[in-house]
């Protein structure tokens, strides 16, 4: 069975501009996501989709294939990853190449745990489904949550949990943003939160999106604590 990964990574971040080459605790925040994704063996090539020669310069310094850059058409605030990732397997199917699994992964996930990575894969593989993907659980019940209505007030999505405890409430999940990994030549029936997909579950303290400058500082807060052998190998300051 051949796998690929593929990493898109756009160079218009705006609210933290240069965002996947911006140095994350001695390194592009990119590298994590190669060096993991290389570290894992389960790969016979790592490759970046991205539209920018120095997220492309970066990429290829740190391991990774290069062989396409991204059209700009590909590379707006509209552009969803899906529409990425078909472009990148059809560049690739272009140029001859043939795999049986791809797994997309987030050029913004440095707490990325190899052996969720792996229990995906094995777990798409023994399986008669179309995905795998990363999950956590929702740190507060969904079911008591609220609005703020255009009153300045609040308002209930069910009121009628208000009085039940907390444990007493089914667990929700969400996705965790690091990796998606599917099986090639099937068609999808169902939306990716749905039968055909196999939820990996990963704890919280491994979960962080990294959108503003606010997530940048907490991921760098939870990588040091997570990591903190390693932080501590290679002399950073933790």
Same mark, same amino acid.
């Given at each position: 069975?051949?796998?690929? #990964?593929? *990493? ?10 240069? +965002?996947? *080459? ?8 990119? #590298? ?6 290389? $570290?894992?063996?389960? /790969? ?6 991205? $539209? @920018?020669?120095?997220? #492309? ?8 294939? !290069?062989?396409?850059? =991204?059209?700009?058409?590909? #590379? ?6 899906? $529409?990425?990732? !078909? &472009? ?11 795999? &049986?699994?791809?797994?997309? *992964? ?7 745990? !190899? ?7 094995? +777990? ?15 740190? /507060? ?11 300045? =007030? ?24 690091? /990796? ?20 990996? !579950? ?8 990294? $959108? ?19 932080? @501590?190998?290679?002399? =950073?300051?933790?």
């Amino acid at each position: 069975m051949k796998a690929i #990964a593929i *990493i898109p990574a756009r160079g218009g971040s705006k609210r933290i501009p240069k +965002k996947n *080459i911006k140095n994350f605790l001695g390194k592009p925040l990119i #590298a994590y996501s190669i060096e993991k994704a290389l $570290d894992s063996g389960l /790969f016979s090539k790592v490759i970046v989709s991205t $539209d @920018d020669k120095a997220i #492309a310069k970066i990429a290829q310094e740190y391991g990774a294939e !290069v062989p396409f850059i =991204r059209s700009s058409e590909l #590379a707006d605030d509209f552009s969803s990853s899906g $529409d990425v990732i !078909v &472009d990148a397997i059809e560049q690739l199917q272009k140029k001859g190449e043939r795999f &049986d699994y791809v797994c997309t *992964i987030y050029a913004t996930a440095p707490l990325l745990d !190899v052996r969720y990575l792996k229990e995906g894969y094995e +777990k798409l593989k023994n399986s008669d489904a179309r995905m795998s993907f990363s999950v956590t659980s929702m740190p /507060f019940p969904i079911q008591r949550t609220f609005k703020i209505t255009k009153d300045e =007030r609040c308002e209930m999505f069910w009121p009628e949990n208000f009085l039940t405890r907390s444990q007493d409430l089914e667990e929700a999940y969400q996705d965790a943003g690091q /990796f998606y990994w599917e099986k090639m030549g099937i068609e999808a029936k169902d939306i990716t939160f749905g039968s055909e997909s196999i939820p990996i !579950v990963l704890p919280r303290y491994l979960v962080q999106d990294i $959108d503003t400058p606010e997530d940048w500082i907490r991921a760098e807060m939870l990588y040091k604590i997570v990591y903190a052998n390693e932080c @501590d190998s290679k002399n =950073r300051k933790i």
